[in-house]
């Protein structure tokens, strides 16, 4: 399984990516081995996940995700927004 992710970073920042280890790819975050923009705004939470079939879908919705506002991020963490349906066409 691959997996799209959203983390909330200690300053309150988002940050986007994607793995095919969730657990693995947040303590990576959390222990300063994941991405260098999240070394220095830790710690991380999870905020958002999807799953997904392939490597290439879960690249792609994280190339979608990393395409909207930070509203638009928020309410799809929340839960209030199917972009989905506006991004992955």
Avoid: F
Avoid at 26 to 33: D, F, M, R
Avoid at 45 to 71: D, P, W
């Amino acid at each position: 399984m691959n997996y799209t992710y959203i983390i909330k970073c200690a300053d309150s920042t988002l940050y986007t990516g994607w793995t095919n280890d969730l657990d693995k790819r947040i303590k990576a975050h959390n222990s300063g081995k994941g991405a260098k923009y999240t070394k220095t705004r830790r710690p991380v939470k999870l905020v958002y996940y999807e799953e997904h079939e392939t490597k290439n879908e879960a690249m792609s919705r994280e190339y979608a995700i990393k395409q909207l506002t930070r509203r638009e991020k928020e309410l799809l963490i929340q839960g209030n927004g199917n972009l989905c349906e506006k991004e992955c066409g």
